[in-house]
């Protein structure tokens, strides 16, 4: 099967129904056997969803009409990324590109002439390209605009690194080995790392391996999860003996942490409303011999699923518009519009108003997103606390990320980590 076939494919059902890029590949990888081939479409996929903005702008200018065919489409932006950002040979790019049309004549003419057209008009089409601040940054014009309105100073760095592939960062099993100690072995594997001094349990990889090359990772002596996401638990500092509520746990990374920093909790319930995602957090404890209750069910409707015992230690990591994290999931671009914003804003009104009763007098809870606008973020704390006269922001003093109105915001590229936001609330 002609690789470059399957990645336009797998591009279509992003770009034109609207499924996302892993459950697209998902779908997809099985039918290619050779891993050099996954690795291959997985690039091409990835590429092309990062800098799908500037690409689409680009074939804009080099067709007279536009293509009706998703297909081809897709096949024509698999051909110019692969001549603009990747290591192919330009006649291997455009003949194997135009050997996936297949049955299609016409398309088989089609994509040989846009992409000779490209390689001759190279530097004009990229010049052109730049003069369009979207293209020229590979953004939908919407967000843009509300990056630059939320961040003014940071924005431009925001858009550079959400173009740039994100660092393998891995979470030592503090309870089993020193983040010392598993840095050595991974030193002896010839793995080059590095540890992260504000996170102790965080190292970040010069290149990402695969799992299986990590040493003791079947084991649970380690995991793969981003250092932002790993500050959670130091956050909620959980301590012995206390009922912890994680919820919207899914795939599980912070509820296993949790547990690995604190094995004295009394119970920890993780909760979560896909039933498939929580196969994922199982499959996690199960990995790292934890002990947790997994229940699937709504957030915003917790009498379906809470035993009325109130809770030491919330952490709220809602659903989001995961602006944070575009440079792990390309996608996000494509498949985010500016109208979800506001009903992503009412499902986490709603599930805040609905935990909050879940939490123990005196008790915390750690608000999280791994967005980074204020709609999502300060914004709905500022509105939560001025409707619950019981809640109180309690400050993060931290080396990372930066104080705002309420909580802490990390933009994208910090320290190596995805974009997040934390707010801790103490009820009165």
Avoid at 203 to 209: A, D, G, N, P, R
Avoid at 297 to 319: H, K, M, Q, T
Avoid at 359 to 387: R, W
Wanted: proline share 4%; aromatic share 8%; charged share 20%.
């Amino acid at each position: 099967m002609n690789t470059r076939q399957v990645a336009a494919r797998v591009l279509t059902r992003v770009l034109q129904d609207g499924q996302s890029l892993t459950a697209a590949l998902d779908a997809a990888l099985p039918s290619v056997e050779l891993d050099k081939d996954r690795a291959f479409v997985q690039a091409l996929c990835y590429g092309v969803c990062r800098y799908f903005y500037r690409l689409d702008f680009i074939l804009s200018e080099l067709l007279t009409k536009p293509l009706k065919d998703s297909e081809v489409k897709s096949l024509a932006l698999v051909g110019l990324y692969q001549l603009n950002y990747m290591r192919v040979k330009s006649y291997a790019a455009v003949s194997e590109t135009v050997l996936a049309t297949r049955k299609k004549p016409w398309a088989k003419a089609l994509i040989n002439a846009l992409l000779r057209s490209y390689l001759r008009d190279q530097v004009s089409l990229e010049q052109k390209a730049d003069t369009m601040q979207w293209s020229a940054i590979s953004h939908p014009k919407w967000l843009v605009k509300q990056i630059e309105l939320d961040w003014p100073e940071q924005a431009q760095s925001v858009f550079v690194e959400n173009n740039q592939q994100p660092p393998m960062a891995l979470r030592v099993n503090l309870s089993r080995i020193s983040q010392a100690d598993y840095l050595q072995q991974l030193t002896e594997k010839g793995i080059e790392a590095t540890a992260v001094d504000f996170c102790p349990s965080a190292i970040v990889l010069k290149q990402s391996v695969g799992v299986d090359l990590l040493p003791g990772f079947a084991k649970g002596l380690v995991s793969v999860q981003d250092v932002a996401a790993q500050l959670a638990a130091g956050l909620l500092n959980v301590q012995a003996g206390q009922r912890v509520l994680d919820v919207c746990a899914a795939p599980g990374g912070k509820a296993a942490h949790i547990l690995e920093s604190q094995n004295l909790v009394k119970r920890l319930v993780a909760v979560d409303i896909d039933e498939s995602r929580m196969l994922r957090v199982s499959e996690n404890i199960l990995r790292l011999n934890l002990s947790a209750d997994l229940v699937v069910g709504d957030a915003a409707n917790p009498e379906a699923w809470w035993d009325g015992e109130v809770f030491d230690r919330i952490l709220l990591d809602v659903p989001c518009s995961a602006l944070g994290v575009i440079r792990r999931h390309p996608d996000i671009k494509l498949l985010r519009k500016p109208e979800d914003i506001q009903a992503l804003r009412d499902v986490q009104q709603r599930i805040l108003k609905a935990v909050w009763p879940l939490l123990a007098s005196g008790g915390v809870m750690l608000y999280a997103t791994c967005s980074i606008l204020k709609q999502e973020n300060e914004q709905q704390i500022d509105v939560f606390l001025n409707e619950h006269p019981d809640a109180v922001e309690i400050p993060i003093a931290a080396e990372w990320g930066f104080a705002v109105s309420y909580g802490r915001q990390i933009l994208p590229g910090e320290s190596a980590m995805d974009g997040f936001y934390y707010a801790l609330i103490k009820k009165q």
